[in-house]
């Protein structure tokens, strides 16, 4: 071999060399980086978020269960373990917030919400909610506005109930009516034609919760603006209706009047051909009186539709160690992956907008309540809750007891009570 040829292998055989190593290296870079970023991932400190729930029937520990189980398959670092709070649930759970004992993230009424948020025991959520681009635009507003306070939100709600109207369409039938009122006075009416052989037309309690609707639907408020309007005349105007269906027209009374417990005793024993309740009563139903055919429609309205919003939130614990990965679990369970399992157990409304058609088309003969949303008031009177609600019950109750004739002063007895 000349000297030529033989540099010019030499050189050729150096190049090749030198192209090898680089790729060799650039390979085993990317191996190293990648197994940097596995070690990594694997050997991240596993984080324990404690849930905080009360004692709810096995069908909601359910759903609890199966979005845990769906949540650890996207986050398996981050154990969650759930601690069912049993007997006074407020009360135990602000005496673990007081002894730093509370859970991370935790069940949260609506009733109670103003008292916790308006405290420095929860952490707001804003910061995260913008941070993880979590869409709060697709929670119904009267459930958010629930768990906001001074321009901050605290809670994302969970899931939700309305009130609807129930009605036993064979006693319909039976009395020729043919579609469920649309108004108080076909309320009134079709209840009149009810009322007989020891029925009642309609099962009504001496409940805020029920006859609240009935105040918005007249125009009224219970608490606008931070204060206490218990007195309001469109508020009198309306427990005058509600009341009157009792004492006034004969075609109504309340379940202690007809040996039961709640609406719902009176409806499954057909003591009442029409009650007032949520979506709570389509389980409790299908155990107590299995057989029998009711039908749902959305409640009469007066000078307005209205219906009351029932809901509960999942809030952060402002003493987590933990927020981040609590925040992950609370945009998991509110989110529309969790939210399926609300849709697909039935037991309640999920929170989301964009999942309530779904939650139609699957249970189609429970529109009234979706349909009810939009239009829905939450059930909260900011501070004053547990007060408004003991004075409210008592007006009505006296007005039923005939204790006192008018309603409008037994409201402003009750305002008088709260003390504002």
Partial sequence: MSKKLLSIFVL?????????AGCSSSKNNTSSANETNTQKHQTQKPVTIKLGMWSSSPAEKKIVDDQIAKFKEKYPNIDVQIETIVGDYMQKLQAELASNTAPDIFYLDSMPAPQLMSSGVLEPLDDYIKKYNVDVNDFEPALLSAFQWDGKTYGLPKDFNTLALFYNKDMFKAAGINEPPKTWEELRDVAKKLTKDGVKGLVLSADLARFDAFINQNGGSVYQDGKVTL?????????????????????????????????????????????????????FLKEKAPDLNYGIAELPAGKQKSTMAFTVAYVMNKNSKHKDEAFKLIEFLTGKEGQQFVVDSGLALPSRKSMQEGFKEKY???AAFVDGASYAVPWQFGLYGTKVVDAANKACEALIMKQISSAQQALDNAQKEVGQ
Avoid at 255 to 281: L, T, V, Y
Wanted: hydrophobic share 50%; proline share 6%; glycine share 10%.
């Fill in 12 to 20: 050729t055989i150096f190049l090749l060399a030198t192209v090898l």
């Fill in 364 to 366: 189609p003969e429970r």
């Fill in 231 to 283: 007195n309001l005349p469109e508020n009198a105007q309306a427990l005058d209706f509600y009341v009157g269906l009792i004492t006034k027209d004969k075609v109504a009374d309340t379940p202690q009047n007809m040996g039961e417990g709640w609406n719902g005793d009176a409806f499954a024993a057909k003591k009442a051909a029409m009650a007032i309740e949520g979506g709570w009563m389509i389980p």
